[in-house]
C-alpha cells in the first residue's frame, strides 16, 4: 500500500472531504485539508507532503496556480491540478508552474489514482536525476573519468588517461593518428564552434555528444572542456567525457514508458464510456416499457455490458504498472517458467544465459503469446522458443504448432481491438516491447503454426556475466 502523504486544497468542503474519502481508501495518507493559498503554504511549509493536490480557482487573494509557484518556489513537491476549468488561458498559465499533472473534474478514481501514482513515481526519478547530475558534475574533475588533450586546431589527440581508453575501446597505437573528429558519430560543425569559443573563455562546456567507440558502438557523453595551455591563437584544451549512456536510455525509456500508459489510460476510459453507454441505454428502455416482453431481453444484455466492463477492467489492471518502473536487464528462461501447462509444453533450448534489456513487464509478453497460442492456435500442444543472430541484432523466435495465422491479419493481430477476446492483448505485447526498441512481427505459415519474431537491436541483449555489453 503506498504510504505517500498528500495535501488536498480545495475551497468546496464536500469536495475536499470526498478526495480525501476517496485518496484514504487508495491507501494514501491524507493531511487536513486547507481552503486557501496562504493556508497550504504554511502547511507545505510546516509539515510538507509528498504532493499536492490542487484546485485553481481558490478562496482569498492567492489563486491555485500563484499558490502553486510560490510552493515551487519553496520546496520541490510535485503539484497536480484538480479543477473544473480547461481553457487555454489557464493551460498556459498553469503550465509554468511546471505541474506533475492536470485533471478536469470530474474525475474518475483510476484516472486520479493513476495521475497522482506517476507524479510521485516522475518526481523521484526527476530527484534522482538531479542529484544524479549533481555527482556528475563533481566527478567529472576527478581522473576517474575519460580526459583528452586536444590541439584546438587540428583537434589531434595529444594525450589520454586510461579511463578513456576503457570508455571508447582505443590502444596505445591507435592514438598516434586519432583525432577528435573521429570520436564524434556526427558532422563536427558544432565542435568546431564551441572549441573555438574556448579560446576567449577559461572553460566551456560542449554538452551531450554521440560518439563512436572503437568497436564502431556508440555512446552518448557528457563533455566540459577548458584550456590548459595557450600559444599564440593556437591552444591546448583538456576535453573531460563522462559516459550517460544508461541514463539516456532510461531517460527515453521513461518518456516512452509515460507515452504508453496515457495510451493505455485512453484506451480504458474509452471503452469503458462506450460500455456504460450502452448499459444506460439498455437500462432506459427497461424502464419505459416495463410490461413489455422485451424486458428480459433488455436486461439481459444491460447484464453482458455490465459483464463487458468488468473484463475490459480486470484486464487493463494487470497493466497499470507498465512503464512504471524503468527498463533493465531481464534473464528470459525464467520468465518463460510461467508459460507451460500440461497440455502445451514449451521447448526453449540454450535460453539460460540470455539477458534482455526490456520493460520489467517482459514476463507478460510471453504470457501474451502463451495465451493467444491457447486461444487461437486450436491444436496446440507444443511451442518452441530460440534465438538467432543477425548483423548482431538477436531475433528471439516463438513458434507454435497450431493452424497458423491468415495472411491478412498479420499486422492487424497488433492493432487495439482486434481478436476475439479483449482486443488488447497483442496490441499491448507491441506497446511493451516498444518502450525499449523490440520489434515484433508474426511470419508463420497457416496450417503450420503461429511464428512471431522479436527483433532486439544491438546493445540490448546480451549473454549473462557480459557485463561489458553497452545499452
Same mark, same amino acid.
Given at each position: 500500500m503506498d504510504k505517500s502523504t498528500i495535501l488536498v486544497v480545495e475551497d468546496e468542503a464536500l469536495i475536499a472531504a470526498s478526495l480525501v474519502h476517496t485518496l484514504t481508501s487508495l491507501g494514501y495518507t491524507v493531511q487536513e485539508p486547507v481552503s486557501t493559498?496562504?493556508?497550504?503554504?504554511s502547511s507545505v511549509t510546516s509539515d510538507p507532503p509528498d504532493l499536492v493536490l490542487m484546485d485553481i480557482e481558490l478562496i482569498g487573494p492567492m489563486n491555485?496556480?500563484?499558490t502553486a509557484e510560490k510552493i515551487r518556489a519553496i520546496v520541490n513537491i510535485p503539484v497536480v491540478y484538480l479543477t473544473?476549468?480547461?481553457d487555454d488561458q489557464r493551460l498556459a498559465q498553469a503550465e509554468l508552474t511546471q505541474p506533475y499533472g492536470y485533471l478536469v473534474k470530474p474525475v474518475q478514481n483510476r484516472e486520479l489514482n493513476a495521475t497522482i501514482r506517476m507524479a510521485l513515481y516522475k518526481n523521484r526519478i526527476d530527484r534522482q536525476l538531479r542529484e544524479s547530475e549533481e555527482r556528475y558534475r563533481s566527478v567529472v574533475t576527478q581522473a576517474g573519468e575519460a580526459i583528452v588533450i586536444v590541439d584546438c586546431n587540428t583537434k589531434k589527440i595529444l594525450e589520454v588517461n586510461p579511463a578513456f581508453q576503457?570508455? !571508447?575501446?582505443y590502444l596505445?597505437?591507435?592514438?598516434?593518428?586519432?583525432?577528435?573528429?573521429d570520436l564524434m558519430a556526427h558532422e563536427p560543425q558544432d565542435i568546431n564552434g564551441k572549441l573555438r569559443k574556448i579560446a576567449t573563455e577559461r572553460q566551456f562546456s560542449l554538452g551531450e555528444q554521440r560518439c563512436r567507440c572503437k568497436d564502431h558502438s556508440e555512446l552518448h557523453v557528457e563533455m566540459s572542456a577548458g584550456i590548459i595551455e595557450r600559444s599564440g591563437k593556437n591552444a591546448l584544451v583538456c576535453v573531460i567525457a563522462h559516459d550517460v549512456t544508461e541514463r539516456k536510455r532510461a531517460e527515453e525509456a521513461l518518456f516512452l514508458a509515460n507515452k504508453k500508459l496515457n495510451l493505455l489510460g485512453s484506451i480504458t476510459r474509452h471503452d469503458i464510456l462506450n460500455k456504460m453507454t450502452v448499459l444506460l441505454g439498455y437500462l432506459e428502455q427497461v424502464k419505459r416499457r416495463l410490461t413489455e416482453p422485451?424486458? &428480459?431481453?433488455?436486461l439481459e444484455k444491460s447484464m453482458q455490458a455490465a459483464r463487458d466492463i468488468r473484463n475490459i477492467i480486470d484486464f487493463t489492471r494487470t497493466y497499470q504498472d507498465l512503464g512504471v518502473k524503468a527498463a533493465g536487464w531481464q534473464k528470459v528462461s525464467p520468465l518463460l517458467l510461467y508459460t507451460h501447462t500440461p497440455e502445451i509444453h514449451v521447448i526453449a533450448p540454450d535460453m539460460q544465459e540470455l539477458e534482455i534489456f526490456a520493460?520489467?513487464?517482459?514476463?507478460?509478453? !510471453?504470457?501474451?503469446?502463451?495465451?493467444n497460442a491457447v486461444r487461437h492456435g486450436e491444436r496446440v500442444n507444443k511451442i518452441e522458443v530460440l534465438y538467432?543472430? !543477425?548483423?548482431?541484432?538477436?531475433? &528471439?523466435?516463438?513458434?507454435?504448432?497450431?493452424?497458423?495465422?491468415?495472411?491478412?491479419?498479420?499486422?492487424?493481430?497488433?492493432?487495439q481491438g482486434f481478436g476475439k477476446h479483449t482486443g488488447l492483448g497483442l496490441f499491448l505485447v507491441r506497446e511493451i516491447l516498444d518502450i525499449t526498441g523490440i520489434t515484433i512481427q508474426e511470419t508463420g505459415e497457416i496450417g503450420k503454426g503461429a511464428r512471431f519474431e522479436l527483433t532486439v537491436p544491438k546493445g540490448a541483449w546480451r549473454m549473462a556475466g557480459d557485463e561489458n555489453t553497452r545499452v
Amino acid at each position: 500500500m503506498d504510504k505517500s502523504t498528500i495535501l488536498v486544497v480545495e475551497d468546496e468542503a464536500l469536495i475536499a472531504a470526498s478526495l480525501v474519502h476517496t485518496l484514504t481508501s487508495l491507501g494514501y495518507t491524507v493531511q487536513e485539508p486547507v481552503s486557501t493559498g496562504k493556508d497550504a503554504i504554511s502547511s507545505v511549509t510546516s509539515d510538507p507532503p509528498d504532493l499536492v493536490l490542487m484546485d485553481i480557482e481558490l478562496i482569498g487573494p492567492m489563486n491555485g496556480i500563484e499558490t502553486a509557484e510560490k510552493i515551487r518556489a519553496i520546496v520541490n513537491i510535485p503539484v497536480v491540478y484538480l479543477t473544473a476549468y480547461a481553457d487555454d488561458q489557464r493551460l498556459a498559465q498553469a503550465e509554468l508552474t511546471q505541474p506533475y499533472g492536470y485533471l478536469v473534474k470530474p474525475v474518475q478514481n483510476r484516472e486520479l489514482n493513476a495521475t497522482i501514482r506517476m507524479a510521485l513515481y516522475k518526481n523521484r526519478i526527476d530527484r534522482q536525476l538531479r542529484e544524479s547530475e549533481e555527482r556528475y558534475r563533481s566527478v567529472v574533475t576527478q581522473a576517474g573519468e575519460a580526459i583528452v588533450i586536444v590541439d584546438c586546431n587540428t583537434k589531434k589527440i595529444l594525450e589520454v588517461n586510461p579511463a578513456f581508453q576503457r570508455l !571508447f575501446g582505443y590502444l596505445d597505437e591507435d592514438l598516434k593518428t586519432l583525432t577528435l573528429y573521429d570520436l564524434m558519430a556526427h558532422e563536427p560543425q558544432d565542435i568546431n564552434g564551441k572549441l573555438r569559443k574556448i579560446a576567449t573563455e577559461r572553460q566551456f562546456s560542449l554538452g551531450e555528444q554521440r560518439c563512436r567507440c572503437k568497436d564502431h558502438s556508440e555512446l552518448h557523453v557528457e563533455m566540459s572542456a577548458g584550456i590548459i595551455e595557450r600559444s599564440g591563437k593556437n591552444a591546448l584544451v583538456c576535453v573531460i567525457a563522462h559516459d550517460v549512456t544508461e541514463r539516456k536510455r532510461a531517460e527515453e525509456a521513461l518518456f516512452l514508458a509515460n507515452k504508453k500508459l496515457n495510451l493505455l489510460g485512453s484506451i480504458t476510459r474509452h471503452d469503458i464510456l462506450n460500455k456504460m453507454t450502452v448499459l444506460l441505454g439498455y437500462l432506459e428502455q427497461v424502464k419505459r416499457r416495463l410490461t413489455e416482453p422485451l424486458l &428480459l431481453g433488455h436486461l439481459e444484455k444491460s447484464m453482458q455490458a455490465a459483464r463487458d466492463i468488468r473484463n475490459i477492467i480486470d484486464f487493463t489492471r494487470t497493466y497499470q504498472d507498465l512503464g512504471v518502473k524503468a527498463a533493465g536487464w531481464q534473464k528470459v528462461s525464467p520468465l518463460l517458467l510461467y508459460t507451460h501447462t500440461p497440455e502445451i509444453h514449451v521447448i526453449a533450448p540454450d535460453m539460460q544465459e540470455l539477458e534482455i534489456f526490456a520493460d520489467p513487464m517482459l514476463g507478460k509478453v !510471453f504470457e501474451n503469446l502463451f495465451d493467444n497460442a491457447v486461444r487461437h492456435g486450436e491444436r496446440v500442444n507444443k511451442i518452441e522458443v530460440l534465438y538467432k543472430i !543477425f548483423s548482431e541484432d538477436l531475433t &528471439l523466435i516463438w513458434e507454435d504448432n497450431g493452424t497458423g495465422i491468415p495472411a491478412q491479419e498479420k499486422e492487424q493481430i497488433f492493432l487495439q481491438g482486434f481478436g476475439k477476446h479483449t482486443g488488447l492483448g497483442l496490441f499491448l505485447v507491441r506497446e511493451i516491447l516498444d518502450i525499449t526498441g523490440i520489434t515484433i512481427q508474426e511470419t508463420g505459415e497457416i496450417g503450420k503454426g503461429a511464428r512471431f519474431e522479436l527483433t532486439v537491436p544491438k546493445g540490448a541483449w546480451r549473454m549473462a556475466g557480459d557485463e561489458n555489453t553497452r545499452v
